[in-house]
C-alpha cells in the first residue's frame, strides 16, 4: 500500500467516524493537536474523546487532496476540510496541512500548519 493509499484510508475512517481504525493506526502515546478547543492531547482514548466532544458540536470532513514523504521521515497532507455546525451553517470550508511523525509505522504526532 503506497503511503497516499494508506493516508486515504484513515481519512476515509475519520469521515465514517472509524475511531478504532483511526486509533489502531497511532501509538499508544499518540500527541495529537486539539484544533477544536485548542492545545494537545495525548493517548489514544483522549483523542477518542477529543473526537466525540469535536463531531457532537461540528460535523467535519476531510479529502486528502495530496501527500509528500520528506526526507525527514514526516508525512505532509494537504487537505480541504470542511465543517458545519448540527444546524448545517458552515463553520469552515477550506485548506488545510497535516504533518504527521511515524514511529514503528504508527503516527506517533500529528500537527496542524
Known amino acids: ?3 497516499e493509499q494508506r493516508f ?6 475519520f469521515n465514517s467516524r472509524d475511531t478504532d481504525a483511526l486509533l489502531a ?13 485548542g492545545g494537545r492531547v495525548q493517548g489514544r482514548e ?7 466532544r469535536q463531531w457532537a ?3 467535519s470532513r476531510v479529502e ?4 509528500t514523504a520528506g526526507d525527514d521521515g514526516r508525512v ?3 487537505v480541504h476540510q470542511r465543517a458545519t455546525s448540527p444546524a448545517g451553517d458552515v463553520l469552515w470550508d477550506g485548506p488545510v496541512r497535516h ?9 506517533a504526532r500529528m500537527e496542524i500548519v
Do not use: C, H, S
Not at 64 to 67: F, G, M, T
Open 1 to 3: 500500500m503506497t503511503e
Open 8 to 13: 486515504q484510508a484513515l481519512y476515509d475512517a
Open 25 to 37: 493506526a497511532m501509538t499508544p502515546d499518540v500527541d495529537w493537536p486539539n484544533g477544536w478547543e
Open 46 to 52: 483522549a483523542v477518542r474523546a477529543y473526537w466525540l
Open 57 to 59: 458540536e461540528a460535523d
Open 64 to 67: 486528502p487532496l495530496a501527500v
Open 76 to 78: 505532509t497532507v494537504e
Open 99 to 107: 504533518v504527521y511523525e511515524l514511529r514503528d509505522g504508527l503516527i
